[in-house]
């Protein structure tokens, strides 16, 4: 198993805490009285205060889950560590997952558009339902695995909005952009965890060895 650099780690997590902050910092638009220009764009909309209150649960969600999972990643005290990965994994699975799974059907950039997204919804819960398993049962090295695909795919949001800009200063079509900026960090999110992070037997064997020789 490749070891992620220290200093890797650290700038990804700073630009994605950046990337979090600055859709945190757009949240009063969500809840304002006035419909935001993406969501009149939608409209009209079957069940639409359905659809509004799915987004405000899963923007919400989202801007929790994010830096919850990237702090996961640094050394915590065990019971900090435990009771925030249970509340994230509660987050992600209950509401933005289920959300995700939802908004999706309304998605720009039709039926590839919405396939991107579930795509990256269900390499989510997939990964998160693991991540969960393999804490459980002391598989560390498997559990911090899933927990990058998790926190690959919630970057999507970040990655997705930074390309777009690019995308938008060099005047590429908006539907193309669009459908590029969505697959290309969901593929290449989970892509990336599995070169860094490929399944070692051996090591997560040797970790449980670890584990049980300290009990």
């Known amino acids: 198993m490749v070891a992620v650099p220290t200093g890797v780690k650290i700038v990804f997590g700073l630009l994605v805490l950046l990337g979090a902050a600055v859709i945190a910092?757009?949240?009063?638009?969500?809840f304002a009285d006035d419909l935001a220009p993406f969501v009149i764009e939608k409209l009209p909309l079957p069940m639409e205060d359905v659809w509004i209150f799915a987004l405000k649960a899963h923007v919400v969600a989202a801007v929790f889950s994010l830096p919850a999972c990237?702090?996961?990643?640094w050394r915590l005290p065990r019971r900090a560590h435990r009771w925030l990965g249970r509340v994230t994994g509660l987050?992600?699975?209950c509401v933005l997952a289920p959300s995700g799974f939802y908004l999706a059907l309304f998605a720009k950039g039709g039926v590839?558009?919405?396939l991107g997204f579930v795509l990256s919804a269900v390499i989510t819960v997939v990964a998160m339902i693991r991540a969960v398993q393999h804490a459980r049962a002391r598989r560390y090295p498997a559990h911090r695995r899933a927990a990058w695909h998790v926190i690959a795919q919630l970057s999507v949001a970040v990655t997705s909005r930074a390309m777009l800009?690019?995308?938008d200063a060099a005047a590429v079509d908006e539907e193309l952009a669009y459908?590029?900026?969505?697959?290309?960090?969901v593929v290449f999110g989970a892509v990336l965890v599995e070169l860094?992070?490929?399944k070692t037997r051996r090591s997560y064997v040797a970790a449980h060895a670890l584990v049980a020789a300290h009990r």
């Open 25 to 30: 910092a757009s949240i009063p638009a969500y």
């Open 165 to 167: 800009i690019a995308f």
């Open 91 to 93: 987050a992600v699975l």
């Open 179 to 185: 459908l590029v900026a969505l697959w290309v960090p």
């Open 112 to 114: 590839l558009g919405t």
């Open 70 to 73: 990237i702090a996961l990643q």
């Open 196 to 198: 860094l992070l490929p």
